[in-house]
């Protein structure tokens, strides 16, 4: 008998120790921090980029969310959202047994599980905090938990919370993402009948998702419709108004089904990639960033048009891996108004604007002319354009024309607008190779650039953007800016974390870069780039096509906008024996043009003061009597530019 009674007490107190361990690890599982639950800060956040007028272009992170308040969600939706889950919500705790017992009944009559018996708060704590695991103790969990948030906040704090956490579909987390994606327009707008629809899709999102099994989704909303009826949510006049109603969906774009816009891929990635590299992933995925960019989405709409239809024009209708980039900035600031990376983004993502290092052929030579201006040259000095020969140990370089042909003496100012390979190879000969490299460096280029003349024909590699920022101290006539892709990021309370702001420094003077636009925009006047006159403004520009056409240029500008076209093949096969950067990418250069300055004011270059004599003489017509002969006239630095480096 006394070994039976140990025995007993034993198992009893097994019993009790076993239970014990069990409430205290049930109630360790369930300590969790509820008094910022409705900060939202735990909440996982996309990062939201904009493009330069505030529209959202894309969207980085798994959960689409914004977060909003009570007040900030329309009443049709808190009802309707009622009536679909827990019609008796603010009459019953965070458990309601009578839901509980209702849901079994009607399971065992149906011999399967129809009916959930979780109250709003039992599903907000498994949001929150849980697995979707089926057992005792999750359930148990769910259940303490649910009493334990009941103490912490109010019914309209847990319908709120519960809102800005649960699933609607098609990527978005949360009503008010829920609202923009489905019907583009806030939570607190929605209808009776929108709102229905979206309180129905909770249970099944992808069951009912309306862009695909549109008359389930209608079942649904009609379902849900009659919940809001039976529970005196809605008056039975305005249950038919709402059942008669049509429910117009947004046109589902492709910024909302894949999180950017596919225009503006490119410019998108190389955003990302920057954030991920400045912020981490845990920040730009879930942290709620704001990124306000340069884009302008106008503009990168026709970069994207023009790249394409003159690739596919120029392969004969089809995509033959024939490649283009296009880069456009405003010189003023820095901005990068358009950039497009490539013919395809699916296809490729290699960003051939940013990361292809292509030799820049004759699209270098303004900075050899750039050299010669400096030390005094005049545009109307004389250069030999004759066949000419250069020994290095057993080596003879013969460089030629393209043209096959030599003119004799030419004008530097002829020499740059025909391109004349000879006659900028002499010149280069004449004003230094390390003196060009220098200018080369002022300007921005820092890849290798070999010492030797063949630099004159652009003999080494640099990206597009690299060389179409030096453009940008061209367009500039002397001023360098910085490129600038985002202007301001701030967290998600709205603090500015980040700040770009235009910075330009002075290269070369004002006077000088003057003379150098008035040769380039003989270029597009009498030159290789006539074909640009097409623009009907005021414009310079550089042609170039390296051996083989292998890479073929146009970058030209007007005085607020700097645009470069590359084209060419990424295995560095030759676009055709014909092929030219005048044939093949300044069509490209001028149908992006034409409608990206569409509207805007026709400018020009305004001579700087005390422009040199012979440079009035040769531009302005002018009457130069008194005015001296130097090339170091004072320059005027404008208004936001420093003399600063970076």
Not at 413 to 427: D, P, Q
């Amino acid at each position: 008998m006394k070994k039976v009674l140990i025995v007993v007490v034993l198992i009893f107190f097994l019993l009790f120790v076993g239970l014990a361990s069990f409430v205290v690890s049930l109630y360790i599982d369930t300590d969790k921090d509820f008094q910022t639950l409705m900060s939202g800060s735990f909440l996982p956040v996309p990062t939201t980029v904009y493009d330069a007028s505030g529209k959202k272009i894309a969207i980085f992170g798994a959960q689409r969310r914004q977060v909003v308040d009570f007040d900030q969600i329309s009443n049709n939706m808190k009802k309707a959202i009622l009536a679909a889950e827990d019609a008796r919500f603010y009459k019953h705790g965070p458990i309601s047994f009578r839901a509980i017992g209702r849901a079994l009944f009607k399971d065992i009559i149906h011999g399967r599980i129809v009916q959930g018996g979780s109250t709003i708060t039992q599903q907000l704590v498994k949001n929150l905090y849980l697995t979707p695991s089926k057992t005792i103790y999750r359930k148990l969990q769910e259940a303490v938990l649910a009493y334990k948030i009941a103490n912490y906040l109010t019914k309209n704090e847990i319908l709120t919370l519960y809102l800005n956490t649960v699933y609607f579909g098609n990527g978005a987390y949360g009503i008010e993402s829920a609202s923009e994606i489905y019907f583009n327009k806030h939570a607190k707008d929605l209808t009776i009948v929108e709102s229905a629809m979206l309180a129905g899709l909770v249970q099944a999102p992808s069951a009912y998702n309306p862009y695909y099994y549109p008359e389930l989704a209608v079942k649904r909303t009609i379902y849900v419709l009659n919940n809001m009826l039976e529970n005196h949510f809605i008056t039975k006049q305005q249950y038919l108004e709402a059942v008669n109603s049509k429910i117009v969906l947004a046109h589902q774009s492709e910024m909302m089904r894949y999180g950017y816009s596919p225009e503006a891929a490119y410019f998108i990635e190389y955003v990302r990639l920057w954030l991920l590299n400045k912020y981490g992933e845990d920040i730009v995925n879930k942290g709620g960033l704001k990124v306000y960019t340069t884009l302008d989405m106008n503009m990168q709409r026709d970069a994207y048009n023009a790249l394409r239809s003159n690739i596919l024009r120029l392969s004969g209708g089809k995509y033959n891996g024939l490649e283009s980039a296009l880069i456009s900035i405003n010189p003023k600031n820095g901005y990068v108004k358009a950039l497009i990376g490539g013919f395809d983004y699916q296809i490729s993502q290699y960003n051939r604007a940013i990361q292809a290092k292509r030799q820049p052929g004759s699209v270098f030579k303004p900075i050899v002319y750039l050299t010669a201006l400096e030390q005094g040259w005049s545009p109307t000095d004389t250069i030999a354009d004759e066949p000419i020969e250069f020994r290095t140990g057993d080596k003879i370089w013969k460089p030629e024309n393209y043209s096959r042909t030599f003119h004799g003496q030419v004008t530097l100012e002829y020499a740059l607008a025909h391109s004349v390979n000879v006659a900028t190879i002499n010149l280069l000969s004449k004003v230094g190779v390390e003196n060009v490299i220098s200018n080369a460096r002022k300007l921005g280029i820092t890849e290798h650039i070999p010492h030797n003349l063949t630099i004159a024909l652009g003999s080494f590699s640099t990206t597009l953007a690299q060389i179409t920022r030096a453009y940008c101290a061209f367009g500039n006539m002397g001023y360098l800016p910085k490129l600038i892709f985002i202007s301001k990021i701030t967290d998600k309370d709205g603090n500015v974390i980040y700040e770009d702001k235009p910075e330009l420094k002075s290269v070369f003077p004002q006077d000088i870069g003057y003379v150098l636009v008035k040769m380039m925009q003989d270029v597009i006047k009498e030159g290789t780039g006539v074909a640009a006159q097409a623009l009907g403004r005021p414009v310079a520009g550089k042609t170039g096509t390296t051996n083989q056409s292998r890479d073929n240029w146009f970058i030209g500008f007007t005085p607020q906008l700097v645009t470069g076209v590359w084209v060419g093949y990424d295995d560095y096969r030759s676009c055709g024996p014909t092929a030219v950067g005048a044939t093949l990418a300044l069509p490209i250069w001028l149908n992006f043009m034409q409608n990206a300055l569409a509207g805007k004011p026709v400018e020009d270059w305004t001579p700087p003061q005390n422009l040199p004599a012979w440079a009035q003489a040769l531009y302005l017509n002018q009457d130069v009597t008194n005015t001296t002969n130097s090339t170091n006239a004072t320059i005027q630095t404008p208004v936001n530019a420093t003399n600063s480096t970076y």
